[in-house]
């Protein structure tokens, strides 16, 4: 039901644009999420957007440096990632939230798909 794209290798400063794709059953009316998990860290909040697109959260490491759209149209959600910086490498999950606004808490999500690897070399 949800499938993470983009992941890849990016020199540090570079960019990337990751790609969350959902089925309009269960996410039309949710707020979507993307978290992160370093190797041998704890899943973290990284930005989500809600069911309209018109309200949008950021952890303090990565605001102003990612930006998280949705097209409803296309069940998609994308997280733009630029400055990228090596403390930015793990896999990134996205997840379709019980609510319709945007949250940080990982209890509040309710679907998850599998992550995308993201690895930004210093």
């Known amino acids: 039901q949800l499938q993470a794209s983009g992941g890849g290798l990016r020199p540090a400063g570079g960019s990337l644009r990751l790609s969350c794709t959902t089925s309009?059953?269960?996410?039309?009316?949710?707020?979507v999420g993307w978290f992160r998990q370093a190797p041998g860290g704890e899943r973290e909040f990284v930005a989500a957007i809600s069911w309209n697109g018109g309200n949008t959260f950021y952890s303090d490491s990565v605001k102003g440096r990612f930006t998280i759209s949705r097209d409803r149209a296309k069940n998609a959600v994308d997280l733009l990632m630029n400055g990228l910086k090596p403390e930015d490498t793990a896999v990134y999950f996205c997840?379709?939230?019980?609510?319709?606004?945007?949250?940080?808490?990982?209890?509040?999500?309710?679907?998850w798909g599998q992550g995308t690897q993201v690895t930004v070399s210093s």
């Open positions: 309009r059953r269960t996410s039309s009316n949710n707020a």
């Open positions: 997840a379709v939230a019980r609510g319709s606004q945007p949250v940080s808490s990982r209890s509040s999500y309710a679907y």
